[in-house]
């Protein structure tokens, strides 16, 4: 699972992995940035505390990325935008890439999405907001 930011909507659906968890052999393997990797850790202390004893919980691992990570033979590319102030992730993946949560892509980011067959956008809202809105999409496809 790739993480992009560590709000709430994008983190707190942990615990219902659980089921998951329990069929798959090993460990389900989480990828995040180091601060939202640090926010889940904290939040979710009890899923990555050895020493735990109440069971039941989530099988996951956390897995720092700094940078480009190969899942499944593809390479997922972090991809810098601006989420409100703040900096968030999305990915690159082969000739596709996933952005959310953002208002401003900054210029290095856009020359990293060059040459895409297919972008996922998170552009639902009409009005200014800290999520990029359809008209300023719409504009910046002009």
Not at 49 to 65: E, H
């Amino acid at each position: 699972m790739l993480y992009t930011h560590a709000h709430a909507d994008h983190i707190l659906g942990l615990d219902d992995v659980r089921p998951l968890s329990f069929r798959h052999p090993d460990k389900i393997p989480l990828y995040a940035d180091d601060s939202t990797a640090e926010a889940m850790e904290t939040i979710f202390r009890y899923i990555f505390d050895p020493t735990y004893k109440f069971g039941g919980i989530a099988r996951v691992s956390m897995n720092r990325i700094n940078g480009s990570v190969q899942l499944f033979g593809v390479e997922f590319e972090p991809v810098k935008v601006i989420h409100g102030e703040a900096e968030i992730h999305g990915f690159r993946f082969g000739s596709a890439a996933y952005l959310t949560d953002f208002s401003d892509i900054p210029e290095s980011s856009l020359e990293r999405l060059r040459g895409l067959d297919i972008l996922f956008l998170d552009a639902l809202r009409h009005k200014p907001h800290p999520h990029i809105h359809r008209r300023q999409l719409l504009a910046a496809g002009e």
